[in-house]
């Protein structure tokens, strides 16, 4: 297996994790969106909260030149916490969300 794959793989199952947490008192929906061509990985809200609309992002993640860039993380622990444990090394993981000058004050990759 390659590094691609192995990365495809831990993604797959952290996130499948993720859309079997049904919300509490709310009739909301939970899609995980998977492009593997792109390798793009997305969970999303989406449903109606009375008359308003829900839909939302709350993980997106990207694999770009063998790196994991996490571009959105709506999530309490922090996805990149749960990637680290599945023993994806902290060099490979981007926190995009965060400006690039920023970035190199985090124990992650910068780019």
């Not at 859309?19 to 509490?24: D, G, L, M, R, T």
């Not at 709350?58 to 709506?74: A, L, T």
């Not at 309490?76 to 023993?87: C, F, K, R, S």
């Amino acid at each position: 297996m390659d590094t691609l794959e192995k990365y495809q793989k831990i993604i797959d199952k952290i996130l499948n994790e993720y859309i079997k947490v049904p919300y509490a008192n709310r009739q909301l929906e939970i899609k995980l969106i998977i492009d593997r061509t792109a390798t793009n990985y997305i969970v999303m809200t989406l449903g109606w909260e009375g008359e308003e609309r829900v839909h939302g992002c709350i993980i997106h993640i990207e694999i770009i030149d063998g790196k994991i860039w996490i571009q959105r993380d709506g999530t309490e622990y922090g996805i990149a916490n749960e990637l680290v444990a599945a023993g994806i090394p902290k060099d490979k993981i981007v926190l995009a969300f965060y400006p690039q000058d920023v970035r190199h004050y985090t124990d992650f990759a910068i780019a």
